[in-house]
Nanobody, 120 residues
């Protein structure tokens, strides 16, 4: 069982920035972040695919969020800039163990989640 350990998050004013980190205790083929706001469905925000180094971004965060990967630390980082109130949600680190499962959007492992609040 792979453990995902998250850090970062918190409260920020609109237009501010935050950085999330997530480290995996074992091998995963893809890692990234989902978010869920009260009353809304969980959605994928940004995913990094180790096989080819490609990245997925939700349309609402393109140009504002950047996901990066540190292979030595087996970790991903989500730099969130120009934050908006609608970015407020619980952010969960997620990962899958194999390329086929990553390609199908299947999540094998979840982090504990970290709250992001954007308000003035």
């Amino acid at each position: 069982q792979v453990q995902l350990t998250e850090s970062g998050g918190g409260s920020v004013q609109p237009g501010g920035s935050l950085r999330l980190s997530c480290a995996a205790s074992g091998y995963v083929n893809c890692m990234g972040w989902f978010r869920q706001a009260p009353g809304k469905e969980r959605e994928a925000v940004a995913i990094f695919y180790k096989g080819d180094g490609s990245r997925f971004y939700h349309d609402s965060v393109k140009g504002r969020f950047t996901i990066s990967h540190d292979n030595a630390k087996n970790a991903v980082y989500l730099q969130m800039n120009s934050l908006k109130p609608e970015d407020s949600a619980m952010y969960l680190c997620a990962a899958a163990g194999t390329r086929p499962r990553c390609q199908k959007g299947i999540v094998d492992y979840w982090g504990q989640g970290t709250q992001i609040a954007v308000s003035s």
